[in-house]
């Protein structure tokens, strides 16, 4: 199945010169999503993991429904003040700034092999961040899987140097 053919591309979003890369179109056509999700699930099923994380937002559509299909736990990275308990976080560096990310404090337990999820590897900051903190956590994290992978912007190289396989769907080239 061509899954980018289910990409919307919006030009100059969300600044001039971007294009950005849309996968809610994906998401709207059943067959599509479950193509995406069966294949990422079969890349994957024959490693171990205890649990897939997903990233805010969009790496929460794609990582539940694997987490399913690999018959492990979902666990969510968020934006700060989003999850109602105890949470550690970590900042990390935007283009023009500083974001962070958080996660429970009790979600990931010592030794814990994970697989990190989400939509879009663009530059690699918030998924090298999220590796991080689960790290720091104690868990293991050699694989993260992305519906799209933007090549020219250096993310895989990113996770790369983090000891990170990262896989990807698709690519585009550009941002």
Request: charged letters at 25%.
């Amino acid at each position: 199945m061509d899954l980018a053919s289910y990409i919307r591309k919006v030009a100059d979003h969300p600044k001039p010169g971007i294009m950005f890369r849309d996968v809610t179109t994906l998401f709207r056509v059943p067959e599509a999503f479950e193509y995406a999700v069966r294949s990422l699930s079969e890349r994957y099923s024959t490693i171990k993991f205890d649990a897939v994380v997903g990233i805010e937002a969009r790496g929460f559509v794609i990582g539940a429904p694997l987490a399913l299909a690999l018959g492990v736990g979902f666990v969510l990275v968020r934006k700060p003040g989003k999850l109602p308990d105890v949470t550690v976080g970590r900042d990390y560096q935007l283009e023009y700034g500083v974001d962070r990310i958080e996660i429970h404090k009790d979600s990931i337990q010592d030794g814990q092999n994970i697989l990190v999820v989400d939509d879009l590897l663009a530059t690699g900051g918030t998924a090298a961040a999220t590796i991080s903190l689960l790290r720091d956590l104690g868990a293991t994290v050699d694989h993260a899987a992305f519906l799209i992978d933007l090549p020219d912007l250096g993310g895989s190289d990113v996770l790369r140097r983090n000891l990170v396989l990262p896989y990807s769907l698709m690519e585009f080239s550009g941002h």
